[in-house]
């Protein structure tokens, strides 16, 4: 299993949407709706952003929404905070009790 | 509020064994609606799902790994623990152990980390 495939980095100016992609296969995110987001600051553990792909846990600001097409699932910040700057990892179940992460994006709020 | 916390040694010698434990208060290891589990994160580097084990014993692995991982659980003690075997520079990295929501498989709780370095 490959790990799934993300930018890098993206930026954004306070204010404005960013999205960031988490790109896989037939055979992980385009098979199932279990797909979650995580934000980590440095020094710090990650932290649930987002989890089955759209689903927001409690406390989580609706700034953060999650969407699936195909074997690509997004993760789209609106109204972008200065807080808001930090690595974001996606992770989806790959079958056979198998899971696979990202490589991590690094979001940058100008 | 569950909280989750590693312990073991920081450093480990090359071709030795990696040894952590991850203690779980605020909340029962038993239930049945969690997996635990461990991942790592190399320094600059991305996440990484290390394997998972339920209060009974059952037990996934990532598959890269799978040869030299073992984790186990002890629910008298409410931890469970890693084991990671013939370690090498490369598994240098900060240790995070964490629970699985099984409902929609995805991680709720982290520990804070531990840094295990690798020496030679």
């Known amino acids: 299993q490959s790990a799934l495939t993300q930018p890098a980095s993206v930026s954004g100016s306070p204010g404005q949407s960013i999205t960031i992609s988490c790109t896989g296969t037939?055979?992980?995110?385009?098979?199932?709706?279990?797909v979650s987001w995580y934000q980590q600051h440095p020094g710090k553990a990650p932290k649930l952003m987002i989890y089955e792909g759209s689903k927001r846990p409690s406390g989580v600001s609706n700034r953060f929404s999650g969407s699936k097409s195909g074997n690509t699932a997004s993760l789209t910040i609106s109204g972008l905070q200065p807080e808001d700057e930090a690595d974001y990892y996606c992770c989806s179940y790959a079958g056979s009790s198998i899971w696979v992460f990202g490589g991590g994006t690094k979001l940058t709020v100008l | 509020q569950l909280q989750l916390q590693e312990s073991g040694p920081g450093l480990v010698k090359s071709s030795e064994t990696l040894s952590l434990t991850c203690s779980v208060s605020g909340g029962s290891i038993s239930s049945g609606s969690y997996y635990w589990g461990w991942f790592r994160q190399p320094p600059g580097k991305g996440l990484e799902w290390i394997g998972n084990i339920y209060y009974s014993g059952g037990t996934y692995y990532n598959p890269s790994l799978k040869s030299r991982v073992t984790v186990s659980v002890d629910t008298s003690k409410n931890q469970f623990s890693l084991k990671l075997s013939s370690v090498t520079a490369a598994d240098t990295a900060v240790y995070y152990c964490a629970r699985w929501y099984t409902s929609a498989w995805c991680v709720d709780y982290w520990g804070q980390g531990t840094l295990v370095s690798v020496t030679s």
């Open positions: 037939s055979s992980d995110v385009g098979s199932y709706n279990l």
